[in-house]
């Protein structure tokens, strides 16, 4: 029996950042560098692009403006670990995605599923 890949449809343009990338960055960005929030609530992906204001490396933070404190190691919200908004890298495409859909997109992929039917 034969099973189809399901298309994921449209694809975030930060689907394929790994942790250690966006550690890379937000670890030696310089401060007032740019800073992407990812927030992905209710099937709507948007992209906030704030700056860096500050950072801890001895406890391994971050500090963005108007977002708070993100653990530089995974991008993830210090004060809600496990929630929907993350850090991501700055990159070109983030960066244009973000300026065509200010107030985010609905049903964009973020991450890459595999699913087969």
């Known amino acids: 029996m034969s099973r189809a890949v399901i298309d994921e449809g449209p694809l975030s343009p930060c689907i394929d950042q790994t942790k250690a990338e966006i550690e890379a ?3 030696n960005a ?3 560098a740019a800073a992407v929030v990812r927030h ?3 099937h709507l992906l948007q992209y906030v692009v704030t700056e860096i204001e500050g950072r ?4 391994g933070r971050v500090y963005i403006r108007g977002a708070g404190a993100f653990y530089m190691k995974s991008g993830a919200n210090c004060f809600h670990p496990k929630g929907q908004t993350t850090l991501v890298v700055p990159t070109d495409a983030v960066l244009a995605w973000a300026k065509e859909h200010p107030r985010g997109e609905l ?3 973020t991450i890459r599923t595999g699913r087969v039917s």
Do not use: F, M
């Not at 801890?56 to 406890?59: A, E, M």
């Open 25 to 27: 960055y937000y670890r």
């Open 40 to 42: 992905t609530q209710g």
């Open 107 to 109: 049903d964009i992929s």
């Open 56 to 59: 801890n490396l001895k406890r």
């Open 30 to 32: 310089p401060i007032a």
